[in-house]
């Protein structure tokens, strides 16, 4: 259990700045998901944390201890590793319980602790075997029992499913969400899976060029991006963003006007994001916008239409259940002001009315 | 009728085709395969197995070739003499002197060298260029260079011996029986370090770097990590090295051969130089053959013992 802080941490290799001064404060048993493109320093960062990488500036405190030059043993932090780095030359139990053999525990407490263990993560008749001779989410699990074993302070995972087909990575995610619940501990999670991430953060933290973009609950994501990156980012499938003309009262799009009431004063707004579930499809003459339905995919739940909009371009759509368009269709759209965002010149979004009421 | 015509003829053809297609069956799985490795297997016949057989039929023989009318079959009086033979036994115990001495220390040291070398350092490249040296000299050089380097007269190393107290005075310790083995024996460990330092690096480097990083995480101290992660992964090449280089240094007559000629009073004679002497000078090809299936013999078991070892405890 453990609360862990980050004031102004940075890490540069010589003149690049791989992270800029990243704060988070994150709260003991919280599940923090950090997200974000390849190469946004994601596992540098974890890497950080666990003591694997050096630290180039700030603060990395654990428990309000700065712990910045504290060897990984001496963190009590566990990690489990993309490629789930097994000791091959060792059986199962070995491997879980390597952590008590270093530490010079009595064989028969770490033989009772391993057997734990493997029973939670159903390994019990895989102990005596290599890591060679287990499948990959065999191996995933092998690896989570060698971090739960030794009772961190905190859990630190890196893409720890991305080696899995999609059934198992279901699976073991919700293996996951399980352990988090029973175990109680800290866990920062890295993902490229937006999936994984809405489902078991409490919060979501989108790293981008260096700096975080947002920090919140996977709702606050998705309802209230902070910017233009964070709107298009979170949610699947992607945010539409179009251009728009600012006006005090309301903004103009291809020609009609559209009032935005909860957003106060838009004369700043430069674009417009809404996304493919906020749209209303109606009858072509009903809507403010006209389209024409290019490719329409029917997935049972949902229908997804790529459509061309007069005046715009193309904008996604996606309609609840199954409706009879078919692509060459005019269509009516309607955009659900409540659900518009509306982002500035610089991409950050203009803050709602009852956001900055609450 | 067309079509009836059609399978009549195709029965009429497939089945008289019946004991053919066995018997090319036959020849396929059975000769086949031999025609193709005939090449290899010529080749290997008679560039190992025929010499093999003639050198062990030689051991059988009498062959002198200053006594050319009494050679013929002797059945085992080479070997009755041999097992009689004071200076063979001598040679015996040296051969394991000096292959245990060269291999260990060459092993140590090589490891060692390996595990700098893994490390990152200034002027690392240059180190290793000068590391891998030795192993491109010339044998005759460098077993030359290290006799002069022994002799007090012309070389430093009696003189640095004798300040750090290990000797009581400058001399010639190839002249002397008690320690004159352990000349080429320094001789062969500057020899031989690089092929260990070369090997090991490879192996060394092949080992993946998270392990490590799980390893430190799971909170292993250095030698924790050394002794239970890189030591496991070194062990195949270590038992293959190992045995690779005493079957070569315990048959390594060139250093030895130059450096003491296997003297004084046959101190440092080892099997091969024994053999070398004994079929070059004496001219007993007879003998010398017999003290080479003595030694192929020993070597055989040594390495059948190490490949069992090797997989008994080696897991990966
Ligand atoms: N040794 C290094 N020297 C210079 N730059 C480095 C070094 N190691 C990593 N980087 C850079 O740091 C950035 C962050 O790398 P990191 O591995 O943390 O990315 P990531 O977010 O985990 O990406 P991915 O999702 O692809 O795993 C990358 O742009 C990478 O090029
Ligand atoms: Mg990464």
């Known amino acids: 259990m453990a609360r862990i802080q980050l004031n102004d941490v940075k890490k540069s290799y010589g003149d690049v700045n791989v992270l800029r001064d990243i704060n988070l404060d994150i709260q003991d048993g919280e599940f923090i998901v950090l997200v974000g493109p390849s190469g946004c320093g994601k596992s540098t960062l974890l890497r950080m944390i666990a003591g694997l990488e050096p630290i180039s500036g700030g603060d990395f405190m654990i428990d309000g201890e700065r712990m910045n030059d504290v060897r990984p043993r001496d963190r ?45 993560l159903g390994l019990s008749k895989l102990t005596n075997r290599l890591p060679k001779a287990l499948s990959g989410g065999q191996r995933q699990r092998v690896a989570m029992g060698r971090a739960i074993i030794r009772d961190p302070r905190a859990f630190l995972f890196d893409e720890p499913l991305s080696n899995l087909d999609a059934a198992l990575r279901v699976e073991m995610r919700l293996e996951i969400a399980r352990l988090h619940q029973k175990l109680g501990a800290t866990m920062i999670y890295v993902t490229h899976d937006q999936v994984e991430a809405l489902t078991l953060a409490d919060r979501i933290v989108v790293l981008e060029g260096g700096d975080i973009q947002q920090v919140g609950s996977p709702l606050e994501l998705y309802e209230r991006p902070a910017n233009k990156f964070v709107a298009q980012f979170i949610g699947s499938p992607t945010m539409n963003v179009v251009p728009v003309e600012g006006g005090a009262g309301g903004i103009t799009l291809a020609g009609s006007k559209l009032t935005l009431p909860h957003l106060g004063d838009t004369s700043a707004a430069v674009e417009l994001g809404i996304r493919p579930e906020h749209i209303d499809v109606v009858a072509p003459d009903q809507g403010m916008l006209k389209a024409v339905a290019d490719v329409v995919e029917h ?40 659900n518009a965002h509306i982002f500035a010149a610089d991409g950050t979004a203009l803050r709602r009315a009852d956001a900055i009421a609450a | 009728m067309e079509g009836r015509a059609v399978i009549a003829r195709a029965t009429k053809t497939v089945v008289p085709r019946r004991p053919r297609a066995r018997r090319s069956l036959y020849l396929q799985y059975l000769v086949e395969p031999f025609a193709y490795l005939s090449p290899a ?52 115990e040296n051969t394991f002197f000096w292959t245990f001495w060269s291999v260990s220390l060459q092993f140590l040291l090589g490891l060692g060298l390996a595990l700098l070398l893994n490390t990152q350092f200034f002027g690392k490249r240059l180190f290793q260029a000068l590391v891998f040296l030795p192993w491109a000299v010339p044998t005759f050089l460098s077993a030359l260079t290290w006799a002069w380097l022994f002799n007090p007269v012309i070389g430093p190393l009696p003189h640095w011996l004798a300040d750090l107290g290990i000797l009581s005075e400058p001399y ?107 079929a070059f000078r004496k001219l007993d090809f007879g003998y010398a053959s017999t003290i080479a299936v003595a030694l192929l013999l020993i070597l055989l078991i040594y390495s059948l013992i190490v490949l069992w070892l090797r997989k008994k405890l080696i897991k990966i």
């Not at chain 2, 002198?64 to 009755?80: C, K, Q, T």
């Open chain 1, 299 to 338: 997935l049972g739940s949902d229908t997804n239409i790529y459509a061309r909009v007069e005046g715009i371009g193309p904008m996604m759509v996606r309609v609840h259940g199954n409706i009879p368009a078919r692509s060459g269709d005019l269509l009516g759209l309607n955009i659900q002001p409540l």
């Open chain 2, 172 to 278: 010639n310790i190839l002249g002397d029986p008690e320690l004159a083995i352990w000349g080429p024996i320094m001789a062969n460990i500057w020899f031989g370090v690089p092929f260990f330092a070369i090997t090991l690096l490879a192996a060394l480097q092949s080992i993946p770097g998270e392990l490590y990083e799980a390893a430190e995480i799971d909170g292993a101290s250095a030698w924790q990590t050394f002794s239970k992660i890189t030591l496991p992964f070194l062990a195949p090449m270590i038992a293959i090295t190992v045995m690779l280089r005493t079957i070569w240094i315990a048959n390594f007559a060139d250093l030895i051969f130059v450096m003491t000629g296997g003297g004084p009073a046959n101190s440092t004679q080892i099997l091969s130089t024994y053999i070398f002497t004994t």
């Open chain 1, 76 to 120: 009590d932090i566990a990690m489990v590793f993309q490629s789930y780095a097994l000791y091959p030359h060792m059986d199962v139990a070995r491997n879980m319980g390597f952590s008590m053999e270093i530490r010079g525990d009595a064989a028969e407490e770490r033989k009772s602790k391993v057997a734990a263990a493997a029973e939670t």
């Open chain 2, 41 to 92: 297997i010529v080749l290997i016949g008679t560039v190992i197995l025929i010499p093999l057989i003639i050198g062990i039929s030689y051991s059988f023989q009498s062959i002198e070739l200053l006594r050319p009318f009494d050679s013929g079959w002797v059945g085992f009086e080479n070997y009755a003499a041999l097992w009689s033979d004071r200076k063979f036994w001598i040679a015996l």
